[in-house]
Nanobody, 116 residues
């Protein structure tokens, strides 16, 4: 098993910034997929940003130009830098890892609340 621990969520005003971190309990390999998903009240979980490999990125259209995903495999950590936050970004943000053996792991989530 792999444990994922998100941190960095909180309450911010619209236009502000937050950086989320997700620390894995073991080494992350470059071929493994790591990303961020979010779930707002009354909505299904959706992709925010993903790194299918260490050198590729995928973003939801709603966050392009505002959010940046990055990872440090040596530190077993993936980050999500969130700028120009909007109230509609309010959600619980979850970290996801897909291992090289196609096992899927999820963190417990961290709450981001953006006030207007």
């Amino acid at each position: 098993q792999v444990q994922l621990a998100e941190s960095g969520g909180g309450l911010v005003q619209a236009g502000g910034s937050l950086r989320l971190s997700c620390a894995a309990s073991r080494r992350i390999f470059s071929s493994e997929s790591m990303g961020w998903y979010r779930q707002a009240p009354g909505k299904q979980r959706e992709l925010v940003a993903n790194m299918p490999t260490s050198d590729s990125t995928v973003y939801a259209d709603s966050v392009k130009g505002r959010f940046t995903i990055s990872r440090d495999n040596a530190k077993n950590t993936v980050y999500l830098q969130m700028n120009s936050l909007r109230p509609e970004d309010t959600a619980v943000y979850y970290c996801r890892l897909v291992s090289m053996y196609s096992m899927e792991y999820w963190g417990k989530g961290t709450l981001v609340t953006v006030s207007s």
